[in-house]
């Protein structure tokens, strides 16, 4: 079964102290002590008045984000889509325009995690922070982060990754810039496969963070 979460302060809050920091590398590593707060503290914030839907429409208008509307949504995607391109080219993220209202971020995860790993890789948090930075410049957009495994494992071990995943991927975003009313982060496990888990190939294309940036009408 799919399970939603809100990345809310207290969660990424939860993330932070509930991870280990290397002295040599500084790269962060989870504390498994802390993993169950860490879902608990998500979990209440889907609880919540941020769950999406309506809930997210309302606490972006509350924070003051005003809705795109008619030629202008075009437009300011046209713009959001070109600073992306710019500036992530050659750091192996693939940016691709879905429709008018929405591009996809796809951060590949050999490139995101270690293998079997949830916890961002410490070379690759400064491109991440860096999206969430270019993201603060194009705020009239939610952003919509999406975890996905392949087929290796039992589902409900892929599930929890794919999980996992998306929320940290979603905290190190908010740690770019990106407020928290704007994200949610969902996991999908193995059940959204982009290529055959019949070679290592097709796995590995399968196992991936996405982010969704569509533009907020209200």
């Given at each position: 079964m ?5 990345t809310?302060?207290?969660a990424?809050m939860?993330?932070?102290s509930c991870?280990?920091?290397?002295p040599?590398?500084?790269?962060r ?14 979990v209440g ?23 795109l509307?008619?030629?202008a ?9 070109q600073n ?33 790993s949830?916890a ?12 969430g ?12 982060v999406?975890?996905?495994a ?6 409900d ?6 999980e996992r995943?998306?929320?940290n ?7 770019g ?7 949610v ?31 907020f009408?209200?």
């Open positions: 799919i399970r939603k979460f809100v809310g302060l207290a990424v939860f993330l932070v991870t280990n920091v290397d040599v590398t500084g790269e590593t989870r504390n498994n002590t802390g993993t169950g707060a860490i879902i608990g503290a998500i914030a889907g609880a919540g008045t941020l769950a999406g839907g309506d809930d997210r429409r309302n606490a972006l208008i509350g924070a003051g984000i005003g809705a509307a008619g030629t949504i075009g437009n300011y995607m046209d713009r959001t889509y992306l391109r710019e500036r992530l080219a050659g750091t192996g993220v693939g940016v691709t325009r879905v429709s008018q209202s929405q591009i996809l971020l796809n951060f590949p995860a050999d490139l995101t995690f270690d293998f079997n949830d961002v890789k410490g070379q690759f948090v400064p491109t991440l922070r860096n999206v930075s270019i993201l603060t410049e194009y705020n009239q957009t939610t952003v919509d999406y975890g996905h392949d087929s290796v494992g039992s589902d071990y892929n599930q929890g990754l794919s995943r998306a929320m991927v979603g905290s190190v975003l908010i740690s810039g990106v407020i928290r009313q704007r994200l982060a969902e996991g999908f496990g193995e059940a959204r496969p982009v290529a055959s888990n019949a070679s290592d190939d097709g796995r590995a294309r399968n196992r991936r963070v996405e982010v969704y940036i569509s533009a009408t209200g």
